[in-house]
């Protein structure tokens, strides 16, 4: 059975940083597609970053390159988001998720059409002075 826990959200003022933490039981990592989302109160659930497992490209939404960065060990299991210098604009509830290596879709295609099997239940990130 696949589950997904995400941790590390909380408060932190604007120009802080955070890092999230999703620990994947039940799958090998290495083969899955992964993706981290987010959702604003009010918004639809955007894909922030997306790793493609048909090619291995990595997809990062226009509003936090050069911010946010994807790392995955795959030895523990886990998938991480690094957030630097945060806006009040990233506020929202993040969650992870992940696809198993059954469909040809590129990182763009992941984040867009968001058709991950599995999902985290969510940790919420609020950037505010």
């Known amino acids: 059975q696949v589950q997904l826990v995400e941790s590390g959200g909380g408060l932190v003022q604007p120009g802080g940083s955070l890092r999230l933490s999703c620990a994947a039981s039940?799958?090998?990592?290495?083969?899955?597609?992964i993706g981290w989302f987010r959702q604003a109160p009010g918004k639809e659930r955007e894909g922030v970053i997306c790793i493609s497992s048909t090619d291995g490209s990595t997809y990062y939404t226009d509003s936090v390159k050069g911010r946010f960065a994807v790392s995955v060990d795959v030895a523990n299991g886990t998938i991480y988001l690094q957030m630097n210098s945060l806006k009040p604009e990233d506020t929202a509830v993040y969650y992870c998720?992940?696809?198993?290596?059954?469909?040809?879709?590129?990182?763009?295609?992941?984040?867009?059409?968001?058709?991950?099997?599995?999902w985290g239940q969510g940790t919420q990130v609020t950037v505010s002075s």
């Open positions: 039940g799958l090998f990592l290495a083969s899955y597609a």
């Open positions: 998720a992940v696809d198993p290596p059954i469909r040809l879709a590129t990182s763009q295609r992941m984040c867009a059409t968001q058709p991950f099997h599995y």
